[in-house]
């Protein structure tokens, strides 16, 4: 069978690596050339690590399977009664077989004029921005002979309160606290303010309140000032305004919402709130034969309720569906049910300050801030890229500082 | 005395170093961030580092100099009358001292319109874009169904055959023949071509005979087909026009002529053929007591010849500057005069090739290539980066890969 997978994220390169080998033609198409490890693009934000560290490109991951080709190229249009993938470019990929792992991308509830100066943290673009724009703030903070100004250039405003948002947070606390420390003469680099705005109940909701309770303390050791059932309502060049109070701010983060990319509209068929499509037990698109949707797109139920929009679901389900369609007789076969297995879910707050929740058994502190650290050096995706890494944050521990400084 | 610097390169933080824990008051003042090992750029511009294993925040390495400041300003005038610097944001910086060390940038003899098709190798920036075009021909070339546009993308022109040039040439035929090897499915990485085009009558015209020579047939074992005492005419999106000769490219590298950066326009001076202003002995600038100019921006004679524009020689220029200006009783003082000298210039062609001219001594071969590897990490800003560097340089020569192959 012609087997195209769209997205080579967590769940669409596990599909792909699940697939080579086999005797399907597989396509790989991505609108980057890189696979990303988004769980630390916020220390690229934070100018911990080089993009480099945390991307690896997808054709070198999958060189060694030769019935697996990729392409670059940015999908236009589906078209499912001929079935036929359209590229931006002008190309034309017939499948047999479609898998659509295109994954979610930030959504600002309607106000897409914010994105412009929230930026979100999805893409190595992303991530050298937010960098650009904070190093920029102290750098013109520095300048600047305005109380007033300096003030505002030396706050930041991380606005969601889910892992992205506390590991933002607790990085640039790090960044002001420790790593520009005594580098400036004009401004303290200390007294530089993070606040971290939650519209709902609390930070980290995903989390055993224990553990959230925990990942607040920590942040407001770090000096980090949180804000939570704070709505933002307006978000404009000079800051952000939270109720009725504008707070000025020299650099916004956005990690509130988001929304799966727009694989209901290839379709033509409807999504949820957050515009995942719905999907069968076997990730199947109903209505669609040999159509299946993963990761961050797909509304999979599971005990009754949606699977979340984890890097470990989409690496799940991409290489359960991979392995099924390997012995697949034809495209629009029912295949074997999927079944997520929680290996846990962790956030890192700081320095020794890191949360685990195991469903049963909790973990946080100095060992989980370990552990979370080996966890994700072992997921890296090969030997060099785990070196790279060990030996920056090794460097970082000692002193303090971070390698990765540059504007833009 | 208030001392200003402007520009961090060599020259610029040699002088700002020298004169750290003096009773001066120094303000650098550069339009980047960072200082940049420039003699690097071309492994960056080729995937095998990342921008930040070369660059280092300017900042950072004055830290501990109570007396030195820093700021991230452009320069958009002088008034030497008042003794004052602006910058383009508005920005006024009073002086005693001027020490001018701005370096040079790529000059197209006239064809300002080039630059956008062949870019030079100065900066970060000019890194990244070099990068990103390579590697977006190469996958270009893999969705194209058209031969003849699958080898113009495979081609790659480099103007210039000086150190740079010879680098960047040798560089991208590994790339080509090495790292991208086996990674496409209706493309031979292999087949890319790979042209170096020098004016002149050879390549490394600053070098002897002999190892140039030697050079050329290292670059040719590679596969680089030189194009030597040939002029090229035009420049445009689809490639190069070399005489009467159109050779289609999908990326084309500038590394044929530079120019100094508007430092006499910024005096009010007469500048020589590529820009520079002439200086004193104690490189102070004549006409303008307390003004000093240094590196590629200064037409320094020694023995009858103005001194190269090399890394070298801009640094032993800013550490004497320095120097003479930490005990220099008032401005405009005649300071003690300068002599360069000569440590020894080389050039790398590609794995185990390299060339050493040390005067009376020269080295190619293996050995060379080693020592070259040995010296240019030594070189480096602190122990984090040698370590970094050490390790994918290691890891490069054991696979042939090349870890940060990013789009952009």
Not at 25 to 42: A, E, G, M
Not at 48 to 63: H, N
Request: hydrophobic share 45%; net charge positive.
């Amino acid at each position: 069978m012609k087997i195209i997978i769209v997205g080579s994220g967590f769940g669409g390169l596990a599909c792909a690596k699940a697939l080579g080998g086999s005797s399907h033609q597989v396509l790989v198409i991505d609108k980057n050339n890189h696979n990303l490890f988004q769980p630390l693009l916020y220390q690229v934000a934070t100018g911990a690590l080089s993009p480099a560290d945390i991307a690896e490109p997808i054709r070198r991951v999958l060189k060694r399977y030769a019935n697996v080709s990729v392409v670059m190229a940015e999908v236009d249009r589906i078209d499912t009664t001929a079935q036929q993938v359209f590229s931006t470019d002008g190309g034309q990929y017939p499948y047999d077989v479609l898998v659509l792992a295109t994954g979610s991308r930030y959504s600002y509830f309607g106000h897409d004029d914010w994105a412009q100066y929230a930026t979100g943290l999805k893409t190595i673009e992303n991530a050298r921005l937010i960098r650009s724009r904070l190093l920029s703030a102290f750098e013109r903070a520095e300048k600047s002979r305005a109380p007033d100004e300096q003030r505002r250039l030396m706050t930041t405003v991380v606005i969601g309160g889910g892992p992205t948002g506390v590991e933002m947070a607790g990085a640039i606390a790090e960044l002001g606290r420790w790593t520009l420390e005594g580098e400036f003469r004009n401004i303290d680099p200390k007294s530089a303010r993070v606040l971290l705005v939650e519209g709902g109940e609390r930070i980290l909701p995903q989390f055993p309140q224990e553990l959230a309770d925990y990942a607040q303390r920590e942040l407001q050791r770090l000096g980090v000032e949180l804000l939570v059932r704070h709505g933002v309502t307006q978000i404009d060049a000079q800051g952000v305004t939270i109720g009725s109070e504008h707070i000025g701010a020299g650099t916004i983060v956005w990690g509130a919402g988001v929304s799966a990319t727009p694989v209901a509209q290839w379709l033509g068929m409807e999504a949820d709130r957050t515009g995942r499509i719905a999907v069968g037990p076997d990730m199947s698109v109903p209505g669609l034969p040999g159509v299946y949707a993963l990761g961050d797109i797909a509304a999979f139920m599971q005990d009754g309720k949606p699977l979340p929009g984890l890097a470990q679901v989409a690496k799940q389900q991409g290489r359960h569906l991979g392995r099924a369609l390997r012995s697949a007789a034809g495209p629009g076969d029912t295949l074997p049910p999927f079944r997520f297995h929680d290996r846990g879910n962790t956030a890192v707050i700081g320095r020794h300050a890191a949360v685990f929740d195991f469903g049963r058994y909790h973990m946080k502190g100095g060992l989980a801030w370990l552990l979370w650290a080996v966890v994700h050096v072992y997921l890296l995706v090969n030997a060099e890229k785990r070196a790279l890494v060990s030996l920056q944050w090794l460097w970082r521990y000692i002193s303090k500082a971070r390698g990765v400084r540059l504007i833009p």
